[in-house]
């Protein structure tokens, strides 16, 4: 009876997509009922003719899904997706809190700063405004306004703008 309840048990996964198809993926794994979660954001492209804003992946080549072990031979199965992202000859699990957190930086674009007083390698967890309760590890700063902080997602680093105000070092 464990082993039928661990078949059912839903995770988050990574998938890698083919070269430039999250979108296409995101279409495909939705057409057959499968919970995915597409990171985007919104940027503008601009051309000797004309400027226009144009929503792309966050993490190129990937998307995350939520399934048990059935769905995601059937998530794989989609011509848009490559495989699964495997550690130690497992799919690699991504943590609910992750997605919740990185959920949470995105829904609005940030644009608030920060002074330098944070020193890089802090664990900070963000108590104040949107993305409150995300907690992430300074990497960086920049001119005295910026904190890059990773979400430790896919070892990609997520940059926001964050008031000082908003954030404790967390221990």
């Avoid at 990937?62 to 011509?79: C, G, P, T």
């Avoid at 943590?95 to 940030?110: A, H, T, V």
Wanted: proline share 4%; charged share 30%; glycine share 2%.
């Amino acid at each position: 009876m464990a082993a039928a309840d661990n078949i059912a048990l839903k995770h988050w996964l990574a998938l890698y997509t083919k070269p430039r198809q999250e979108f296409k993926a995101a279409i495909q794994l939705e057409s057959v009922s499968i919970e995915y979660y597409l990171p985007t954001f919104t940027v503008t492209k601009k051309w000797s003719d004309r400027k226009k804003k144009i929503t792309e992946p966050l993490f190129r080549g990937y998307i995350f899904v939520h399934v048990n072990e059935k769905d995601r031979m059937l998530a794989v199965s989609q011509k848009a997706i490559v495989k699964t992202v495997f550690f130690d000859g497992k799919p690699s699990v991504v943590p609910d809190w992750q997605i919740d957190n990185l959920k949470k930086m995105l829904i609005d674009s940030p644009e608030v700063f920060v002074s330098n007083k944070i020193e890089v390698g802090t664990k900070v967890k963000i108590v104040d405004g949107p993305f409150k309760d995300i907690i992430g590890v300074v990497k960086s700063t920049q001119k005295d306004k910026w904190l890059s902080v990773s979400v430790e997602l896919l070892r990609c680093s997520v940059m926001v703008r964050i008031t000082e105000e908003s954030v404790l070092k967390f221990l």
